[in-house]
């Protein structure tokens, strides 16, 4: 039981440039979070799903885009990367009936230069 | 809209001291409060919540009460160890059945035990 997975670690950008953060998880939870953590500011959510096939914009979705397309998956695009999206980006899931306790992933840290 | 005020870091200790670190919040209605703690490198894991008033959350010798009355979910601890030291966050879910959008976090409180 793997938890929640997310590739790359580590990823240096150039401005312009697009990729796509993974999340998988393993634990058949129907809630998912992307989260971004800037220093000192704790979490800002980005987007959410609540299962395949919907998604939902947080507090800070401009410039990012999501998909559900299965209960596991939870990819995060960046069309155009700028240096305001330097951070560590994190992905949570979340099971209803469990009081909104969320496991988080091992986060990927990503540069925009 | 909800919020998490939680002290400024860093917060630097002695091994075996006692320890607070103060959380305060707004929200309307009765939301769920958590204590995150994250280690260097790695992502966020929960340390202990509280789902509803008077409520006592613990873990690892930590605890935490959430009071209503005073719209705080402050976390202690009898004697800290070197081990301890981390980023802790204060978030609150405003979860109540009806759907999940989320955590509210505070931005996080670093904590430096020194032996």
């Known amino acids: 039981n793997a938890g929640v997975t997310q590739t790359p670690k580590f990823r240096i950008l150039k401005i312009g440039q697009s990729m796509t953060l993974q999340c998988t998880q393993d634990?058949?939870?129907?809630?998912m979070y992307w989260y971004r953590q800037d220093p000192g500011m704790g979490l800002k959510l980005i987007y959410y799903s609540v299962g395949a096939g919907i998604t939902d914009k947080g507090e800070v979705p401009n410039g990012y885009n999501v998909s559900r397309s299965t209960t596991e998956d939870f990819p995060l695009r960046l069309e155009l990367a700028a240096p305001s999206q330097t951070s560590v980006y994190f992905c949570?899931?979340?099971?209803?009936?469990?009081?909104?306790?969320?496991?988080f992933g091992p986060g990927t840290r990503l540069t925009v230069l | 809209g909800d919020s998490v005020t939680q002290m400024e870091g860093p917060v630097t200790l002695s091994e075996e001291a006692f320890l607070t670190i103060n959380c305060t919040y707004t929200a309307t209605g009765y939301p769920s409060l958590f204590w995150y703690v994250q280690y260097p490198g790695e992502g966020l894991q929960l340390l202990l919540k509280a789902t509803k008033a008077d409520d006592k959350g613990s873990n690892k010798g930590f605890e935490a009460t959430y009071r209503k009355e005073t719209t705080s979910f402050h976390l202690e601890k009898g004697s800290v160890q070197v081990s301890d030291s981390a980023v802790y966050f204060c978030?609150?879910?405003?979860?109540?059945?009806?759907?999940?959008?989320?955590?509210?976090f505070g931005k996080g409180t670093h904590l430096i035990i020194q032996p």
């Open positions: 978030a609150l879910s405003g979860y109540s059945g009806g759907g999940a959008d989320g955590l509210t």
């Open positions: 949570a899931t979340h099971l209803a009936t469990r009081g909104n306790e969320q496991f």
């Open positions: 634990m058949n939870h129907n809630y």
